[in-house]
């Protein structure tokens, strides 16, 4: 699932990469704007792959009866620093205002995939810097995920964050080196054919 | 939309007890056929309302596709049930994966507000005034 999907290029990117899974995996994408929802739909269809595409704020009216159904969150959220006010604007600004330290959708994002996330699920969320990548992993490490920074990269103009959230319960015998060793997620990632669409370093 | 999406969608809006299942309105639907999963439905199976995805398929126009209490597991396990046309798999797989509604509205039985559906997407935005404190 993807909330936030905007382009639909990121959970196109996903369902073109678990194709070779095969047909058991189901693909939901949200949007709160609406051109956002209609372009991820035409990204989708152009790649041959579909998801089912809500128009919705985060996840408002599936939160109950997906509850602890869903695997993998992908979320690449409007993580950039604004004024308050701008987070109300209707159109493009909803893709990346984030309010005070570009904090305050992400932190309504949180406990909603807390709600949707299954026993083995994965959350993996973008942030900046700024949004103090480490009080979110403390934050989710107090109810009750492991975590990890996965990938750090930095522009010009930001300094980039992917983070990995999933149940502490389910990290393995030992959960402190599983949240500090990516090897058996990249030999996981090394198999699929499209590798051209992830970092070397994921 | 297809009808495992609408199965685990609400009204969140004010006024909603419960706001699920919503009403169906179809007014443009097509199929489009993918190869089924055995594992998938196996497992999603015990998480559907399974009146709501039958009431569905009532609002299409297909009162015989799904019976009125849902297939077992083992049903759904046997040898050769993803291969068996008509099949208790196939008709779960066909309703709930190859069914996609392009245009309608989803209707909230507690309030009767309307969710419009457009092009396959349905539109759950909440008006301010509609949100929940």
């Not at chain 1, 089912?52 to 869903?70: N, P």
């Not at chain 1, 900046?128 to 975590?147: F, Q, R, T, V």
């Not at chain 2, 919503?22 to 007014?27: A, G, S």
């Not at chain 2, 909230?108 to 935005?125: A, H, K, Q, W, Y």
Request: glycine residues 8%.
């Amino acid at each position: 699932m993807e909330i936030g999907c905007g382009s639909g290029y990121v959970i196109t990117s996903l369902a073109i990469m678990l194709r070779q899974l095969g047909s058991g995996t189901q693909y939901l994408a949200t949007d709160i704007n609406q051109h956002a929802v209609e372009t991820t739909q035409g990204t989708l269809e152009a790649h041959g792959v579909h998801a089912d595409v809500i128009a919705t704020d985060i996840v408002s009216g599936l939160e109950k009866h997906l509850h602890g159904l869903v695997d993998v969150v992908v979320v690449n959220p409007p993580y950039v620093p604004t004024p308050e006010e701008e987070i109300e604007c209707k159109g493009i600004a909803s893709s990346w205002a984030g309010g005070l330290n570009g904090r305050q959708v992400i932190d309504r994002i949180l406990p909603a995939v807390h709600e949707l996330l299954s026993e083995r699920g994965w959350l993996y969320m973008i942030t900046l810097e700024d949004n103090d990548p480490l009080d979110i992993c403390h934050l989710m490490n107090e109810k009750g995920y492991a975590s990890r920074v996965l990938l750090k990269r930095c522009t010009e103009e930001e300094s980039l964050y992917v983070l990995k959230f999933w149940h502490e319960a389910t990290a393995g015998t030992n959960s402190s080196h599983a949240a500090k060793s990516p090897r058996s997620e990249s030999s996981w990632l090394s198999q699929l054919p499209f590798r051209s669409l992830w970092h070397k370093n994921a | 939309m297809r009808l495992l999406t609408h199965n685990m969608l609400a009204s969140n809006a004010r006024g909603a007890v419960t706001g699920y299942p919503l009403k169906l309105q179809v007014v443009k639907w097509s199929t489009k056929e993918v190869e089924p999963n055995a594992d998938f439905l196996r497992g999603i199976l015990p998480k559907l309302d399974w009146p709501a995805l039958v009431a569905a398929t009532h609002a299409l126009g297909l009162p015989e596709l799904l019976p009125e209490t849902p297939p077992t597991d083992a049903e759904l396990s046997a040898e050769g049930a993803a291969e068996e046309e008509g099949g208790p798999l196939r008709r779960l797989h066909r309703a709930l994966l190859e069914i996609h509604i392009e245009e309608g509205t989803l209707v909230c039985p507690d309030t009767e507000r309307c969710f419009p559906i457009s092009r396959g997407v349905p539109n759950m935005l909440l008006h301010e005034d509609e949100v929940r404190n």
